[in-house]
């Protein structure tokens, strides 16, 4: 029988609660389709600074044996860190959000994905018409390592011709960068993966008409696309890609882009379903996958019991999929959650007028709802 290790971290607020469904549907779902999981809890953001607080080496946010366990175990499962308790304004004190950074850059997680599905049952909850919703099921791709982000960056304090009539100013600069590699690895993950999809269909979202970068982008996927004839491909302008998601958001399928542009289109998609607690995304690369919902941790509403575990139920789902490569347990799980919203049952956040308050349930009872489906 296969046997996985799963290296759990629950982190802070509404974390714990909503990690605790999802172990719950994990080892289930597991045990209907014959294979093995062994869960283990470990400390990451707020929860891990507090930990190790009277440390020798100071308190840290990710602790080394966090991410050692992390690099041994076979995938992630995060749930969310951080609150207003260690929101301070003093630059040297550690923050919880160092630890998500530090954890993705420990595993050599370079590429992100955003599954954004607009169920049905819960249409009404964005603020776009339902017919141009119905049907929504697209996954970005986002490169998340390098770029904008990542590049070289500097500030010049009176640089001359930088303030008004030519006068010495603030000058700032930071630099796109990317090198070929960076970009066919996650190009040839973008293709296998739209390749495996019922649709096959692939846009490749930039901006070549005036970025050399772009440029780069799109002669790297050019090349590739011979690799993967089945797969339609077409290249979207990102102005472009950012209107027609919200125009046309069904003849999406499979979108890859670079760091900025997806930073900016996974929220916009995210948008579409209106509703923050169904959102699970995964971080892949070189090292242990990383799964985890796209939302935070909810300071407050922590400790009530009514945050809705859905996102993080569906982290398990993408966890099983990408991570575990045991596409039959997906399956089961997001047809599981499909069928609990399909039923009527909600957490207060997706609840609606219309929802009688015998239908709104608590964390612990959607999880049920969840797992009684699967
Ligand atoms: P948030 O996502 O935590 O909350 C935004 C709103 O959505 C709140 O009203 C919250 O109650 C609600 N919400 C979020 N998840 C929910 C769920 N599962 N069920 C029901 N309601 C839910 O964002 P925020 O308030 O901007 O940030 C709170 C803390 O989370 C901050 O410390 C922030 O830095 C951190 N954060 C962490 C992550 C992460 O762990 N990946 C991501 C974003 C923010």
């Known amino acids: 029988m296969a046997s996985y290790r799963i290296c759990c971290l629950p982190g802070d607020g509404i974390g714990p609660e909503i990690l605790a469904e999802g172990k719950r549907v994990l080892e289930r779902v597991a045990e209907l389709e014959g294979f093995d999981v062994e ?17 020798p080496e100071g308190a840290t946010a990710l ?54 599905k607009v169920y049905d049952a819960l249409i009404g909850a964005s603020s776009l018409k339902p017919e141009f919703l119905h049907g929504v099921d697209l996954l ?22 930088a303030g008004r009539d030519g006068e010495p100013g603030i000058w700032c600069s930071d630099a796109l960068e990317y090198g070929e590699w960076e970009v066919e690895r996650v190009l040839r993950w973008a293709f296998e993966c739209a390749s495996r999809r019922e649709r096959r269909r692939l846009t490749s979202v930039d901006k070549a008409n005036v970025l050399g970068t772009s440029r780069l982008w799109r002669e790297v996927a050019h090349r590739l696309r011979e690799e993967w004839p089945e797969v339609a491909y077409e290249d979207l302008y990102v102005d472009n890609a950012a209107m027609q998601l919200v125009s046309e958001p069904t003849r999406f399928d499979v979108v890859v882009t670079e760091n900025t542009f997806g930073d900016i289109l996974s929220d916009e998609a995210a948008q579409l379903t209106g509703s923050l607690g169904m959102l699970a995304s995964a971080s892949l690369g070189s090292g242990t996958p990383l799964f985890e919902p796209s939302h935070g941790s909810a300071p407050d509403i922590a400790g009530r019991g009514i945050a809705n575990p859905l996102a993080q139920i569906l982290s398990v789902g993408l966890l099983l999929r990408h991570g575990l490569l045991e596409a039959g347990a997906a399956d089961r799980v997001e047809l599981a959650v499909e069928r609990a919203l399909a039923d009527g049952w909600r957490t207060a956040d997706i609840a609606d007028e219309a929802t009688p308050a015998s239908q709104i349930l608590s964390t612990r009872a959607m999880g049920d709802a969840v797992l009684e489906r699967l």
């Open 39 to 55: 869960l283990e809890d470990h400390l990451i953001g707020g929860a891990a600074i507090d930990a190790t607080a009277s440390a």
């Open 63 to 116: 602790p080394e044996e966090t991410l050692e366990a992390a690099k041994e175990a076979d995938a992630v499962l995060l749930a969310s860190v951080g609150g207003p308790k260690w929101d301070s304004t003093d630059p040297r004190a550690p923050r919880p959000e160092q630890g998500l950074l530090a954890i993705r850059k420990g595993l050599g997680l370079y590429l992100n994905l955003r599954p954004v």
């Open 140 to 161: 970005i791709v986002r490169e998340l390592t390098g770029g904008l982000y990542f590049g070289t960056r500097e500030r010049i304090e009176d640089a001359p011709g």
